[in-house]
């Protein structure tokens, strides 16, 4: 959602990739107005696929990859190699920490370590205060999980919020809906910024640090204040929802599925006890079931912000200890290599958020393994984005494009954002979006410096983002769970993706002109 320097590949991570990046072909195939046109009606195969055909968009980047070449006139064998190269350097690679990172977030969520977080730190804030927590919450739990699994988690949590406060459901949810997004796409480990990361070579500790200074005023923003003008545009209550789906107390492993009802006579939350002060919250965390013990609120920010502080110490070694043989350097690597800094934290969970939660070792495992089929999609999608990235390259539109993009003069970090909107209004994928753009800007990374090869990534990231709208699965997500009708999300959850990528990008600009 960089792994390596301009220079050399940080710990040995992904040098497959790596080396894709800074190969060209020896030769076009045909000219450059043939090349362009391959381009063209490659991206176009893969958007009709998804979106008329319905087609799921492994199969779409797998045909838009064979239009491309057989357009390009490269060899049948040529573009299978080619698709074959791309796909499986993609999968070795970020495949392995989009894998350890839904385990870190199966494990929050079995364990009960997510709604712990919740319960302790909206139970400290008054109304007023809420929507600052939920966007801040939604960070927090964004870091590991994954948009959809989020909105699971956090539905049920405004529902209740807004029941006790009184407050209406987008001065909740908006706040948390934008933490949820603006992490999952611009910073890692979420599968778009990883992928990105690996396809135009970048660093990934600079990333992951100018992702975090960018995404928290883009979180403010977009969150608690824009959800006071949504609120106006669309003024929902918790008494309006009738039939809204809510998984509560998941994560205390007690399995409990709840609908959230209008709120008239009986309900399964008493709505009377609505407060000036904040109350207390206990519901938000579910009974546990027999034998299990509830995690603690340090151990489960622990999980989530392991990883993450490993990385950022290694960007920051690298900024301050610029000699690379240095002993401290060669060891803070190591650990900020993000394989490594990920797989501490899954041990970390194992033991603190596993088997300190009542698990047995059997339990343990077998959530661990259940974080995996739910992930077996979105792994296949990014490798076949590396596969159609590949054919690119390898047909030698990305030098046709870095001519033009130089002799127009246009901003790289600006044709990366456009290339990356364009993309997700048509196929209403952020991960394709990403995929797609990293790979046609992809040959002008050598133009640029570590820092704004960085920020490269994250331009893409904000453009993938781009007004959600119906050809989105996102889209009818938070339609369904907020009860919402077409037109009211797209006044309230179209419009905060699109203030993310402007509002985003517009920080990315700024950031490059003093780095």
């Not at 003008?229 to 107390?249: I, N, Q, S, T, Y």
């Amino acid at each position: 959602m960089t792994l390596s320097t301009l220079t050399a590949v940080p710990s040995g991570l992904m040098p497959a990739v790596a080396r894709l990046a800074d190969e060209a072909p020896k030769e076009p195939y045909a000219g450059d107005g043939q090349l362009v046109a391959a381009c063209l009606l490659g991206i176009l195969s893969v958007v009709l696929l998804i979106t008329v055909v319905k087609l799921h968009p492994f199969l779409s980047l797998m045909l838009g990859s064979a239009v491309l070449g057989a357009v390009a006139t490269m060899p049948a064998g040529d573009i299978v190699d080619s698709f074959t190269t791309g796909f499986g350097s993609t999968t070795g690679s970020v495949g392995v920490l989009i894998a350890l990172g839904a385990m870190i977030g199966k494990m929050l969520e079995e364990s009960g370590g997510a709604n712990k977080i919740v319960s302790t730190l909206v139970g400290r804030v008054g109304p007023n205060g809420l929507p600052w927590m939920m966007a801040a919450i939604a960070a927090i739990l964004g870091l590991p999980l994954f948009f959809e699994v989020g909105v699971v988690l956090l539905v049920p949590v405004v529902i209740l919020v807004a029941r006790r406060t009184g407050l209406s459901v987008m001065k909740i949810g908006i706040p948390a809906l934008a933490g949820l997004s603006v992490l999952h796409g611009l910073v890692p480990p979420h599968p778009g910024p990883l992928t990105a990361i690996g396809l135009l070579n970048a660093d990934l500790g600079r990333t992951l640090l100018y992702g975090i200074i960018v995404a928290i005023p883009t979180v403010i923003v977009a969150g608690p204040v824009l959800a006071r003008f949504v609120d106006r545009w669309v003024p929902k209550h918790v008494e309006a929802l009738v039939g809204v789906p809510a998984v509560v107390g998941s994560g205390a492993g007690s399995g409990r599925t709840t609908t959230a009802t209008r709120a008239s006579g009986g309900t399964a939350v008493d709505h009377e006890r609505k407060r000036d002060g904040m109350e207390d919250l206990d519901d938000l965390e579910a009974p546990l079931a027999a034998g299990r013990r509830r995690v603690g609120f340090g151990s489960a920010i622990v999980a989530i912000t392991l990883p993450v502080v490993l990385m950022l110490i290694d960007a920051i070694t690298k900024l301050l200890v610029p000699d690379e043989e240095s002993g401290i350097r060669q060891v803070v690597d190591v650990f900020g290599t993000p394989v490594v800094a990920l797989l501490i934290a899954v041990i970390f969970c194992y033991f603190r958020l596993g088997l300190a939660s009542g698990m047995s070792r059997s339990q343990v495992s077998g959530t661990f393994g259940a974080s995996l089929p739910g992930i077996a999609g979105i792994i296949l999608i990014v490798a076949a984005g590396g596969g159609f990235k590949q054919t690119l390259v390898d047909a030698g539109v990305g030098n046709v494009i870095k001519d033009w993009a130089t002799g127009v003069n246009i901003s790289v970090l600006l044709l990366g954002w456009l290339v990356a909107v364009l993309i997700r209004l048509g196929t209403g994928s952020a991960t394709v979006a990403t995929i797609t753009a990293a790979g046609i800007v992809g040959p002008l990374a050598s133009t640029l410096t570590t820092s704004h090869l960085a920020l490269l990534v994250l331009a893409i990231g904000c453009g993938s983002l781009f007004f959600s709208h119906v050809n989105d699965a996102g889209f009818w997500l938070v339609k369904e769970y907020f009860g919402l009708t077409v037109g009211e999300t797209i006044k309230s959850w179209s419009v905060m993706e699109t203030v993310i990528s402007v509002v985003g990008f517009a920080l990315v600009m700024l950031l490059s002109l003093v780095v």
